[in-house]
């Protein structure tokens, strides 16, 4: 598995990848601009195709874009669906440019719509979002911690999309500490492995591209999404080892986006990495 963390791009490409590279990351997340505003920059395709290189050189195999926090594709207001459509439409443009592989995304809250009509009309903007993507990019869908109106929280609705749109760059991304707060429970091998056996059965273990590893204090089922340090939570260490070792996911790629500064990137990192070498000896 491809191991790596959220880095922050705002002191450069160069100062992103030489961070990754000193905590021994083979994979990295960021996003390509503001995450808290609409506006999009023009697309540097110089800059960007640098930047791929540096990764490349620095051992960075896997790469991804996270898309803005105010993307909700499945918001009921037009001016809001057609801004999230905008921005990850960005995204993926932007990876296409740069090389990166993923372009991971929040679907949104259906708020007081049906939930069915909600769905129709993700369905109808994550086609529009997959027009033109470039070969080599996936367009994933990151599972929610699965409270009130959320799209996405369950294996099942993700599936759901993954069928309806049916388009083979389109994916899934599995956050742990969503996936704990919905209400599986991943802390130990046998709850991993009915976890993964369902993710294979609902949506195809090919289409899980990537995961998000973070632990949670949210009781299980809590619906709040709250990470927390590896192996200092609930999942703790069985449940992340159980993830390890598992041998239909060693293909995939997994980002930390833990709490903190540049020391927790460095323990959390250490963290993972003693885990796999122990999961796998």
């Given at each position: 598995?491809?191991?790596?963390?959220?880095?922050?791009t705002?002191?450069?490409?160069d100062?992103?990848?030489?961070?990754?590279?000193?905590?021994?990351?083979?994979?990295?997340?960021?996003?390509s601009?503001?995450?808290k505003?609409?506006?999009?920059?023009?697309?540097?395709?110089?800059?960007?195709?640098?930047?791929?290189?540096?990764?490349?050189?620095?051992?960075?195999?896997?790469?991804?874009?996270?898309?803005?926090?105010?993307?909700?594709?499945?918001?009921?207001?037009?001016?809001?669906?057609?801004?999230?459509?905008?921005?990850?439409?960005?995204?993926?443009?932007?990876?296409?440019?740069?090389?990166?592989?993923?372009?991971n995304?929040?679907?949104?809250?259906?708020?007081?719509?049906d939930?069915d009509?909600g769905f129709?009309?993700?369905?109808?903007?994550?086609?529009?979002?997959?027009?033109?993507?470039?070969?080599?990019?996936?367009l994933?869908?990151?599972?929610?911690?699965?409270?009130?109106?959320?799209?996405?929280?369950?294996?099942?609705?993700?599936?759901?999309?993954?069928?309806?749109?049916?388009?083979?760059?389109?994916?899934?991304?599995?956050?742990?500490?969503?996936?704990?707060?919905?209400?599986?429970?991943?802390?130990?091998?046998?709850?991993?492995?009915?976890?993964?056996?369902?993710?294979?059965e609902q949506?195809?273990?090919?289409?899980?591209?990537?995961?998000?590893?973070n632990?949670?204090?949210?009781?299980?089922?809590?619906?709040?999404?709250?990470h927390?340090?590896?192996g200092?939570?609930?999942?703790?260490?069985?449940?992340?080892?159980?993830?390890?070792?598992?041998?239909?996911?060693?293909?995939?790629t997994?980002?930390?986006?833990?709490?903190?500064e540049?020391?927790?990137?460095?323990?959390?990192m250490?963290?993972?990495?003693?885990?796999?070498?122990?999961?796998?000896?």
């Amino acid at each position: 598995m491809e191991l790596g963390l959220h880095v922050d791009t705002s002191r450069g490409y160069d100062a992103a990848i030489a961070h990754a590279q000193r905590l021994g990351c083979t994979a990295m997340q960021f996003f390509s601009g503001n995450p808290k505003t609409y506006r999009v920059d023009p697309i540097d395709a110089p800059a960007l195709e640098r930047f791929r290189d540096a990764r490349l050189a620095a051992g960075i195999a896997r790469s991804v874009i996270h898309t803005s926090y105010l993307i909700n594709l499945a918001s009921d207001d037009p001016k809001i669906a057609k801004n999230s459509l905008r921005l990850v439409r960005n995204d993926v443009a932007v990876a296409g440019a740069g090389g990166v592989d993923f372009v991971n995304t929040h679907l949104g809250s259906y708020g007081k719509r049906d939930r069915d009509e909600g769905f129709a009309a993700v369905v109808l903007l994550l086609e529009q979002a997959l027009d033109n993507i470039e070969p080599g990019v996936s367009l994933v869908l990151e599972n929610s911690a699965g409270a009130g109106a959320l799209c996405g929280g369950t294996l099942e609705e993700l599936g759901k999309f993954v069928r309806a749109v049916g388009h083979p760059q389109l994916g899934v991304c599995l956050d742990t500490a969503h996936s704990w707060a919905a209400g599986y429970p991943i802390d130990s091998r046998e709850g991993v492995e009915r976890f993964v056996a369902l993710a294979g059965e609902q949506i195809g273990l090919d289409r899980v591209k990537m995961f998000h590893f973070n632990d949670t204090q949210v009781p299980l089922g809590g619906n709040k999404d709250r990470h927390w340090h590896i192996g200092e939570g609930l999942i703790g260490f069985a449940g992340f080892r159980a993830l390890a070792a598992h041998d239909e996911l060693r293909d995939k790629t997994a980002i930390l986006e833990t709490p903190g500064e540049d020391a927790d990137d460095a323990r959390n990192m250490a963290t993972i990495r003693m885990i796999f070498e122990g999961a796998l000896t």
